[in-house]
């Protein structure tokens, strides 16, 4: 005869065995929207406009890198397309790689300080 305890000790095994299953598939349902989101929240720097303080938020970019855009920027006239951004000093092409997709080249007036 099964007893009352041995049942209910096997309705809470299988219940704990279930909700992992559970929350895994709701977390994956969740990880889409969350990664779509982030994507979208990624805010694209105009080379052509950004100050200092813009451009340090960048990956790889402190404020010695950041000057240096400004120095380029103003020297040259501008930034004509992103790739120009492997003439500054310091940024090499793995550093433009990841940089890519977060900058902008846009004419624009020209930023405080140029």
Do not use: H
């Amino acid at each position: 005869m099964i007893r009352f305890r041995n049942v209910a000790a096997l309705v809470v095994c299988g219940l704990a065995l279930a909700m992992p299953t559970v929350v895994g598939a709701q977390a994956e349902q969740q990880s889409p929207q969350v990664s779509a989101s982030a994507a979208g929240a990624k805010a694209t720097v105009n080379l052509n406009a950004a100050t200092v303080d813009q451009l340090v938020t960048l990956p790889g970019i402190g404020p010695k890198t950041a000057e240096r855009i400004i120095e380029y920027r103003t020297k040259s006239g501008g930034f004509k397309r992103v790739e120009d951004l492997m003439n500054v000093k310091g940024i090499g092409e793995k550093s433009f790689l990841k940089l890519k997709p977060l900058v902008v080249v846009k004419a624009s007036e020209k930023a405080p300080g140029d």
